[in-house]
């Protein structure tokens, strides 16, 4: 894009997000496009999971065609049926808790931390009922949870926790990287995440006991994974399941991507640093909240937000943002209180949850808002602030 049209012609200038191009993944999906084996669990599948389980050390890695695919999959391997509860936090993307509700179960919602949008690790010991049987968890903006406090719980009453790391790639909790802690960890790799295909994520199967049936599930519930290892003469129907596997275009493209992750990770990093301290004036003086990331945790920088003290505010900075040329969004509306949900919740209030939907805002953040694009942003929403 150039600078001199960007500022004249196009009132919304900078966008919340563009996904990012590498031309290393135009030229794999077209390596894919002639190889003769363009459906999934070809060369560039395993590429992609050798390169995610060598850069992290996770057991197994099956890449599937979204997070909530990755999603739908826990909840089959964790056998949730009616009568189950799972515990998730409010302040979510949908599915978090939508792919174990497909299963039957009941979700019950905890808070949000008062100090950042994650789960109270505090309330989640409170929720526990001899019905619960898994915990799913969001590292929100890639900033951990307290791993070691949940996993701690889950251990006491035999609980299965799934680490829903959508916006956690490359990041870790006290060193250890996310999705790869949890029984099972899932990760998406849509357009508006670090690393991206379009659509796409993956399941991470860090507990054993899952491995075998994990792979079935994935393979529209046969046992062709190990057909094809030749660890059986033929291959059949055996479990549930589904078709969760990308095409070998999608694989192509994410390679391309994976390849780059740290190069990626580090200019997101910067952005992040740029708006922290422009914005800390501000933050100083009470005017918005910024991120807070606990000692435990790294900055993935998958997000920079800022929390105002009301929803007025909120809607005060969007609408100038935008006026001047910037797009700003607000995020998750809490889930307990969606029209699909609000009768099935228990009626506690969850004021954490409700007042980062109300009052948290996203800043435009992705790999090409560098220069005078970046300095421009920023200036915006400087100028902004200084109105309220
Ligand atoms: C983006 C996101 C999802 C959904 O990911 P898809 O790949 O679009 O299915 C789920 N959970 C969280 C926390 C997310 O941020």
Redesign the pocket.
């Known amino acids: 894009m150039q600078t001199a049209r960007l500022f004249s012609e196009n009132p919304v200038t900078i966008p919340f997000n563009k996904p990012y191009n590498l031309e290393t993944s135009l030229k794999y999906v077209a390596q894919a496009a002639v190889s003769g084996h363009l459906s999934g669990n070809g060369a560039f599948t395993a590429k992609c999971q050798k390169l995610l389980r060598d850069a992290y050390g996770f057991r197994a890695v099956m890449l599937t065609t979204?997070?909530?695919?990755?999603?739908e999959m826990c909840a089959m391997l964790a056998d949730i049926k009616p009568g189950d509860e799972v515990i998730a936090p409010s302040y979510?993307?949908?599915?978090?808790a939508l792919a174990f509700v497909r299963q039957g179960a009941s979700v019950v919602f905890a808070d949000s931390r008062a100090d950042h949008p994650g789960i109270d690790e505090d309330a989640v010991e409170r929720l526990v009922t001899e019905r619960t049987k898994a915990i799913v968890l969001?590292?929100?903006a890639g900033v951990a949870c307290d791993m070691d406090r949940i996993m701690r719980v889950a251990g006491k009453h035999g609980l299965i926790v799934v680490e829903?790391a959508?916006?956690a790639v490359d990041s870790t909790y006290k060193g250890k990287p996310l999705g790869g802690i949890g029984h099972l960890g899932?990760f998406?790799?849509?357009e508006?995440?670090n690393i991206h295909s379009g659509?796409?994520?993956a399941l991470v199967v860090n507990d054993e006991r899952f491995a075998r049936r994990a792979e079935i599930i994935w393979e529209k519930g046969t046992n062709r994974a190990e057909f094809f290892r030749g660890e059986v003469n033929k291959y059949n129907w055996v479990d549930t399941g589904s078709s969760f596997l990308p095409s070998e275009l999608t694989a192509a493209y994410l390679y391309g991507q994976l390849e780059q992750v740290k190069a990626i990770q580090k200019r997101r990093v910067d952005i992040w640093k740029r708006y922290y301290e422009a914005l800390s004036p501000y933050q100083d003086r009470g005017a918005v909240r910024l991120p807070h990331i606990p000692k435990y945790a790294s900055n993935n920088a998958s997000m920079f937000y800022m929390v105002f003290d009301s929803i007025d505010k909120r809607s005060f900075f969007i609408r100038t943002m935008k006026e001047k040329g910037c797009a700003p969004v607000f995020h998750y509306l809490s889930l307990h209180t969606s029209p699909f949900y609000k009768d099935k919740h228990d009626g506690r209030t969850l004021v954490n949850a409700d007042r980062y939907s109300d009052c948290l805002v996203r800043l435009p953040l992705y790999y090409e808002l560098w220069g005078e694009e970046l300095d421009f942003t920023i200036g915006c929403v400087k100028d902004t602030l200084d109105m309220m």
């Open positions: 979204s997070c909530t695919d990755a999603l979510t993307f949908v599915t978090s969001v590292h929100y829903d959508a916006m899932t998406s790799f849509h508006t995440k659509e796409g994520g």
